[in-house]
């Protein structure tokens, strides 16, 4: 399931979960109103902000050193062996920094993702930029085309993290220029990480994600968060361990050469679900004060387990750093696990809401 299903799913048991919870707050009151008063969420629209500059300023780059690629192999009619022979050394060192850049960009993002995807203003955001599927899975697909300097047209190719990262690192052979082995050290033997893109895709995508991160910051200073924002995001976006897990048991991280994955190649999806967690975190910190008034035992001990739950996907993220491996059937148990403990933590917010009467947003 992807994650616009996944949101789509967490709304459908938020509501259920609250329809079973305390009537007392169901009878049109002001009683959300009432609970929100003096609440200061300036810190979570600080946190975000302070976030999409970093894209801003990260895809910049990386459309710069895209434009400079695409410029390279222009200057040899896009003769890729060509392009090879002449001017190994600067391709390596463009692929190079562009697989670099892409780096910076990824925990920009990621961080920032679980304000971004939980709140369904922002959303549409999260599916070009991070989540969204190809046209062959229409459901969940990105809502743009992507068109080429050369004319051509890509029909829903995907979201731009998926784009640009298998591009720069040459997992996805149909952004790949065509002909050539892309051994850029010259070695005699084409390794992971040795990508030459095909120019005319990659630059139209580094342009693509570039103009989307500005969008994004644009909305994003716009909006005004709310109570029911944060509790929508924290109910919407903690429960979704389960998917997280799944993509890392099937990328390189565990499942090396054999990985079905094409992306997640720069950075764990352990280190992303650590990511999306700490914002979590910051999230939850700052709406405390306003759970708490439906029950300041219950909402610590939320506190409490979504905090250890940022810890364990943390400790997991540095196990693995430090070079432990993990098999595929451990990180089904460890998914499975998350996912638990984010379900329970996902109800209790729910039912404060419910308490509170504050909305639940359906995406």
Not at 31 to 53: I, M, N, P, R, W
Not at 63 to 71: D, G, H, S, T, V
Not at 204 to 221: H, I, M
Request: proline residues 4%; negative net charge.
């Amino acid at each position: 399931m992807t994650r616009p299903a996944l949101a789509a799913a967490a709304c459908a048991f938020a509501v259920a979960l609250a329809a079973c919870g305390d009537d007392s707050s169901s009878d049109g009151s002001d009683s959300g109103t009432s609970a929100a008063q003096g609440t200061d969420l300036a810190a979570v629209k600080d946190y975000l902000l302070s976030h999409t500059e970093r894209l801003v300023a990260d895809s910049a780059a990386l459309r710069e050193n895209a434009e400079a690629y695409y410029k390279l192999a222009k200057s040899e009619d896009f003769d890729y062996q060509r392009l090879l022979d002449d001017h190994s050394a600067k391709v390596r060192r463009l692929v190079t920094q562009g697989q670099r850049d892409f780096a910076e960009a990824n925990p920009a993002y990621e961080q920032m993702e679980g304000v971004v995807a939980g709140v369904p203003s922002l959303a549409d955001y999260d599916v070009i930029i991070d989540a969204g599927s190809d046209g062959s899975d229409p459901e969940n697909a990105v809502p743009f085309d992507l068109k080429t300097p050369a004319g051509k047209t890509f029909k829903q190719p995907g979201n731009f993290n998926y784009l640009i990262e298998t591009s720069a690192f040459g997992t996805e052979p149909k952004f790949a220029a065509k002909g050539v082995e892309p051994d850029l050290d010259g070695d005699g033997k084409v390794e992971f990480g040795e990508a030459v893109p095909d120019a005319d895709f990659y630059v139209a995508a580094a342009r693509g994600f570039e103009k989307y991160a500005k969008e994004l910051d644009s909305a994003s200073r716009d909006w005004q968060p709310t109570p029911s924002d944060a509790l929508t995001a924290l109910v919407v976006m903690t429960p979704t361990m389960s998917e997280y897990f799944e993509a890392w048991k099937n990328s390189r991280f565990v499942a090396g050469d054999k990985a079905s994955e094409k992306a997640f190649v720069v950075a764990s999806r352990l280190q992303d679900i650590a990511d999306i967690l700490g914002g979590l975190v910051l999230v939850y910190d700052n709406v405390e004060p306003v759970v708490a008034k439906a029950d300041a035992q219950q909402a610590k001990q939320t506190k409490e387990s979504l905090t250890k739950l940022h810890a364990f996907a943390a400790d997991l993220r540095d196990k693995e750093a430090g070079g432990r491996k993990y098999t595929a059937e451990e990180a089904d148990t460890l998914g499975s696990q998350a996912q638990e403990r984010a379900e329970a933590i996902a109800g209790q917010i729910t039912q404060a809401a419910a308490k509170l009467n504050i909305e639940i947003q359906e995406g």
